[in-house]
């Protein structure tokens, strides 16, 4: 079985400082992950998904992730918060032979001018 | 491409009764996921449909349920109303299930009164 444990239900960073919202994964065979980030009254949009190629994905928005398969992790970051980064954000996985996605509970991100 | 696209945005029912949302996904996508998105609980799997099968159920009672067209597009339905089940119910697209991207649309918020 697959789950995610995202690590802080909120964070809080200054304008410009760097993001980092964690998130770990249990999988059984190897997995596709995704980072979503969704803002408020909107839909889940697509940040970046890992699918077996490079370890270090760069996804929209500056963000990035890097899959860590001995630490099982799959943390998203971004070097310089912007005020509009302001968001929840999911991270989810799944297999290639499955038919779910498995979200986290998902991080709430806050910008501090 | 049109994205995924919800209707109605917004609505409002009183306890008992039965409401009908629906989701007409990205033009060649034949699977659709559903979700129920709450403060307390987060993003909760509902059922996912491909081909007019559902292929996946989430841990929700009978009187949530759902159906997919020959077109893809997708409905669901929530008979005899409840206060807790005032959430945003978001749907998502995919080429295929499982590994495939899910696009969301903006979602459902339903009230009840």
């Known amino acids: 079985a697959q789950s995610v444990t995202q690590l802080g239900s909120h964070v809080s960073v200054s304008e410009g400082a760097l993001v980092l919202l964690r998130c770990n994964y249990s999988?059984?065979?190897?997995?596709?992950l995704f980072w979503y980030v969704q803002y408020p009254n909107q839909g889940l949009q697509l940040l970046l998904k890992?699918?077996?190629?490079?370890?270090l994905v760069k996804g929209i928005n500056g963000f990035e992730a890097e899959f860590k398969k001995s630490e099982t992790s799959f943390h998203l970051t971004k070097p310089s918060a912007h005020m509009s980064d302001a968001a929840e954000y999911f991270c989810?996985?799944?297999?290639?032979?499955?038919?779910?996605?498995?979200f986290g509970t998902g991080t709430s991100l806050t910008v501090i001018p | 491409k049109a994205g995924v696209t919800q209707t109605p945005r917004y609505l409002i029912k009183t306890r008992g009764q039965q409401v009908t949302l629906s989701c007409s996904p990205i033009?060649?996508?034949?699977?659709v996921s559903w979700y129920q998105q709450t403060p307390g609980q987060g993003l909760q799997f509902l059922f996912e449909?491909?081909?007019?099968?559902?292929?996946n159920k989430g841990n929700f009672p009978g009187r949530f349920s759902g159906r997919q067209f020959s077109n893809s597009r997708s409905e669901m339905n929530v008979s005899t109303l409840e206060l807790g089940d005032s959430a945003l119910y978001l749907c998502?697209?995919?080429?295929?299930?499982?590994?495939?991207?899910?696009?969301f649309g903006p979602g459902t918020r339903l009230t009840v009164l």
């Open positions: 989810a996985v799944s297999v290639p032979t499955g038919n779910q996605f498995y």
């Open positions: 998502a697209s995919s080429p295929n299930p499982g590994k495939d991207t899910q696009y």
């Open positions: 890992y699918t077996s190629a490079a370890t």
């Open positions: 999988s059984s065979v190897p997995p596709y």
């Open positions: 449909y491909f081909s007019e099968t559902q292929r």
């Open positions: 033009s060649g996508h034949r699977s």
